[in-house]
């Protein structure tokens, strides 16, 4: 025999509604949290064919909207177990908010809420770039400067990163007979040399 949810009494059940399947991922854009939202009857009975809501938030002092989230289904439409899956994104290292939220005509509106996180990325992680290496970076040869290279002053992720101290300033001159060099380094960072002399667009 086969129970068909009752839609009226939808809910999110407390300790299943909202289930995190894989917590704390690098904070690369690519790494993912995983979520599984299941929604069933007041007798446990799974709920398909229902669209629930799907929000994040983020704290407020770091609020940027780097973080992202995708639902399977896409239309966030459960499934014949009443489940979708949710999957979250981010660039920053944070803890990030997510609620399900369901209203059925009988019960009323059923929220529950989980939090994941998102953490550093470590040099090993393929840091900057993601084989490794630091092609990524963009550069810029300004006319102007026919003997410079200029590449942008590092995120916040990358100076977290990069071990760099607000306020300090990492750039060195290195002279030579024939040309000179300017660096991007940290104390205990990796160190970023052009073959030309790289100024940062703000230092």
């Given at each position: 025999?086969?129970?068909?949810?009752?839609?009226?009494?939808?809910?999110?059940?407390?300790?299943?509604?909202?289930?995190?399947?894989?917590?704390?991922?690098?904070?690369?854009?690519?790494?993912?949290?995983?979520?599984?939202?299941?929604?069933?009857?007041?007798?446990?009975?799974?709920?398909?064919?229902?669209?629930?809501?799907?929000?994040?938030?983020?704290?407020?002092?770091?609020?940027?909207?780097?973080?992202?989230?995708?639902?399977?289904?896409?239309?966030?439409?459960?499934?014949?177990?009443?489940?979708?899956?949710?999957?979250?994104?981010?660039?920053?290292?944070?803890?990030?908010?997510?609620?399900?939220?369901?209203?059925?005509?009988?019960?009323?509106?059923?929220?529950?809420?989980?939090?994941?996180?998102?953490?550093?990325?470590?040099?090993?992680?393929?840091?900057?770039?993601l084989d490794g290496s630091f092609a990524c970076i963009p550069t810029y040869e300004d006319p102007a400067f026919p003997n410079?290279?200029?590449?942008?002053?590092?995120?916040?992720?990358?100076?977290?990163?990069?071990?760099?101290?607000?306020?300090?300033?990492?750039?060195q001159y290195l002279g030579t007979d024939q040309q000179e060099y300017r660096d991007y380094s940290s104390?205990?960072?990796?160190?970023?040399?052009?073959?030309?002399?790289?100024?940062?667009?703000?230092?």
């Amino acid at each position: 025999m086969t129970y068909i949810g009752d839609v009226e009494t939808a809910q999110f059940a407390a300790g299943t509604g909202l289930v995190i399947t894989k917590n704390n991922a690098t904070s690369n854009g690519i790494d993912k949290n995983e979520l599984t939202a299941e929604l069933t009857d007041a007798y446990g009975n799974p709920i398909e064919g229902q669209k629930i809501e799907i929000s994040i938030e983020e704290p407020t002092a770091t609020d940027d909207g780097s973080s992202k989230f995708t639902t399977n289904p896409r239309n966030a439409v459960t499934n014949e177990l009443g489940q979708v899956q949710i999957t979250v994104t981010n660039t920053q290292h944070e803890d990030v908010n997510v609620t399900a939220s369901y209203t059925a005509s009988a019960t009323g509106l059923s929220e529950v809420s989980k939090t994941v996180t998102f953490g550093v990325i470590a040099s090993s992680d393929g840091y900057p770039c993601l084989d490794g290496s630091f092609a990524c970076i963009p550069t810029y040869e300004d006319p102007a400067f026919p003997n410079e290279i200029l590449v942008p002053t590092p995120s916040k992720q990358a100076a977290d990163v990069l071990g760099f101290v607000q306020g300090v300033d990492y750039h060195q001159y290195l002279g030579t007979d024939q040309q000179e060099y300017r660096d991007y380094s940290s104390p205990d960072g990796p160190r970023v040399k052009s073959h030309n002399t790289a100024r940062s667009y703000q230092t």
